[in-house]
């Protein structure tokens, strides 16, 4: 009755592994997934492919698609298009399977719009939302659905309500905190001015991608990420190396393996933005430049 599981990662899934029910899982169309003999739109086109089979084959057994739209976190900062989840959607619909968007990263603008969702027009039945909700100043966390969903669980009778709350649901702290973030959207045209801010990220990127061993350029709206390489350093500790030195510059980042990622709060600075850049380009290369012999260990990773 307990058993769930909906990563596909299994660093946090392998402990459990005997206990988790072994869901349905679809190849990610993110561009980190991507074989390198296919472009982006074939690789996102199979994975459609596969999930189309699939829903035609088992419909009645499934009862929910859940994604994260546009972009995989954990995953590795990865990628894919609008394309995809129109298409997805459009699939959950004709096969009466309902749609979930984990918009936790996603939501709250970003990647551009307010929600992911804003770049389809199908929408989708089940919304989480959670992080940017209240700015990250108080914890606060929905799952917002379709009225015909809300409508089916609406009824005198007790027993068919959703009774499954939590003691804090609806906490009003955090509702204050997440309706004067919400305000704070409008009044300072927050999505707006993320605009400019989007591209110094993007132009910072840019730039740390001319450095060999820094690639894979991608992102969107608020959320920007390189992968990094090295012919001695292993992945895991390419992005560990990367942190430390920034960490030493008093920069905190958390990148994933050998992805480097910003995901910056909305009110950074131009000024506090540049200083980022500066500081990563310096860690960059310090690791990624040394020409190391074989089996020798990089000065940074000994720390
Ligand atoms: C952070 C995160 C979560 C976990 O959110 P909680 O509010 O802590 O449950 C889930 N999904 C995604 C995509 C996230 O980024």
Redesign the pocket.
């Given at each position: 009755m307990y058993k769930r599981q909906i990563t596909d990662i299994p660093l946090f899934t392998k402990q459990y592994a005997p206990l988790l029910i072994n869901h349905k899982r679809v190849p990610s169309p993110a561009d980190i997934f991507c074989p390198v003999s296919l472009t982006q739109t074939e690789h996102e086109q199979q994975c459609l492919a596969t999930l189309e089979s699939l829903l035609a084959n088992e419909h009645e057994q499934i009862c929910a698609l859940i994604l994260?739209p546009l972009m995989q976190?954990?995953a590795g900062m990865g990628f894919y298009s609008a394309d995809y989840l129109e298409s997805a959607l459009a699939l959950c619909q004709r096969f009466g399977v309902h749609a979930i968007f984990?918009e936790?990263?996603?939501g709250f603008g970003r990647t551009g719009k307010l929600f992911a969702l804003d770049y389809c027009e199908v929408k989708p039945d089940f919304v989480?939302l959670?992080?940017g909700l209240t700015g990250g100043y108080l914890p606060m966390?929905a799952v917002v659905t379709t009225d015909s969903i809300y409508q089916a669980f609406l009824d005198t009778k007790l027993e068919r309500a959703f009774l499954h709350s939590h003691s804090y649901s609806g906490n009003p702290l955090g509702c204050a905190a997440a309706l004067a973030s919400l305000e704070v959207f409008d009044q300072d045209q927050v999505l707006k001015c993320n605009q400019a801010k989007s591209a110094r990220i993007e132009a910072g990127f840019e730039q740390l991608s001319q450095l060999s061993g820094v690639g894979s350029l991608r992102g969107l709206g608020m959320v920007w990420a390189v992968t990094l390489t090295h012919p001695q350093v292993s992945s895991a500790q390419l992005g560990l190396a990367v942190a430390k030195l920034a960490r030493d510059q008093g920069l905190m980042i958390r990148p994933i393996g050998n992805q480097l990622y910003l995901m910056p709060p909305y009110c950074i600075t131009d000024d506090q933005l540049d200083q980022v850049f500066i500081t990563l380009q310096q860690a960059c290369e310090t690791v990624l430049k040394q020409e190391a012999p074989a089996g020798y260990t990089h000065p940074s990773l000994l720390a």
């Open positions: 994260e976190g954990a984990d936790i990263a996603t989480c959670s992080k966390s």
